[in-house]
């Protein structure tokens, strides 16, 4: 009877403490490397960004093409045939990023088009913009060049482990005359062995 | 015989956790003004130093962006799985575009070395420091 009371005094006194402690949450280091799945994850986008960005800017004909101007891109959708659902705009967003801060290239954002034009029709049609300082229509810059690609996978698996190959491919092809300048790709291998523990 | 046994495991799990955390191995190498090279190889770690290390480093440029080449090296029998990651300095020792590179995994066969290069993230680089660890 004793022990009874004991242990239940101490579940008590567990079910205060974990109340008092609430849920454990900490923050990690966003650039390690993740191996919760074999899905697609952060390290497998930060590498492809990486690899893909340093292969661009290095190719010889882009390091002459950007030593005196910035030429000037739009970033179309990455296909993804893979079998997961993978928000490809968030790789070609992170590759956007760093080949814009590498000082090399410039971009048209097509996916605020929408906004610039109210803003512009706002400015030119409210009244309540200064008509000298409101920005005019037919003046934007037109993309040289087009940054698109595909993103594949095959997945081989027997009945203790899995394995994931992803591929992504990117190209930079001239508007105008059609030639694909650069091209680069980025292999992944990931294998999932079943724990027996 | 069972206190022997417990104060080995216990050692033994010590020893892991501190394996498993450390970063093991660093290069710094900045390019000077009149193109000289200076490099620093740092090891925190005696027992992976053993097993892993940065062997060369190499430096140049495409364009006016620092391009460089490490060269990691596995003085073991057995296969490393390891990580490294680049971190990218100014003029001023100030780090640029942080958190800019990941942590990247790479695995080494016993006796290789293997090669990663990284190009900086703008022309305001002219150091970089290597980290790996297991």
Redesign the interface.
């Known amino acids: 009877m004793k022990l009874v009371r004991i242990l239940a005094v101490i579940f008590a006194g567990l079910v205060l403490a974990s109340c008092a402690s609430g849920p454990k949450i900490s923050y990690g280091d966003a650039t390690a490397v993740e191996t919760t799945t074999t899905g697609f994850g952060s390290t497998d986008l930060q590498s492809i960004a990486a690899k893909l960005v340093d292969d661009l800017i290095s190719f010889p004909p882009i390091v002459q093409m950007t030593a005196q101007r910035r030429p000037v891109v739009f970033v179309d959708k990455i296909k993804n045939k893979t079998t997961e659902h993978i928000d490809t705009e968030s790789i070609t967003d992170t590759v956007q990023t760093k080949l814009l801060q590498s000082g090399k290239f410039r971009f048209v954002d097509m996916t605020a088009v929408k906004a610039v034009q109210e803003q512009m029709q706002f400015q030119m049609d409210s009244g309540m913009v200064d008509p000298g300082k409101a920005a005019a229509f037919g003046k934007q810059t037109g993309a040289e060049f087009m940054l698109y690609g595909n993103m594949s996978s095959i997945i081989k698996r027997n009945s203790s482990t899995k394995d994931v190959y992803y591929k992504f491919t990117l190209k930079l092809v001239n508007l105008e005359s059609g030639i694909m300048e650069w091209a680069g790709e980025k292999e992944i291998r990931k294998t999932g062995e079943k724990s027996f523990f | 015989m069972r206190k022997i046994i417990l104060k080995a495991v216990i050692l033994v799990g010590v020893l892991m956790s501190m394996l498993g955390c450390a970063v093991n191995e660093t290069a710094t190498v900045v390019v000077n003004e009149d193109g000289s090279v200076t490099q620093v190889i740092e090891s925190n770690s005696d027992l992976l130093a053993s097993n892993l290390k940065i062997a060369d480093t190499k430096t140049g440029f495409?364009?006016?962006?620092l391009?460089v080449q490490v060269e990691i090296k596995n003085d073991s029998d057995d296969a490393l799985n390891f990580?490294y990651?680049f971190k990218w300095l100014d003029k001023s020792g100030f780090e640029v575009?942080i958190?800019?590179?990941?942590?990247?995994?790479l695995t080494i066969t016993p006796y290789e070395s293997k090669i990663v290069?990284?190009?900086a993230?703008?022309?305001s680089v002219n150091s970089f420091k290597v980290l790996v660890q297991d």
Do not use: E, T
């Open positions: 495409v364009g006016n962006l391009k990580q990651k575009a958190d800019g590179r990941p942590w990247q995994p290069q990284g190009i993230p703008n022309s």
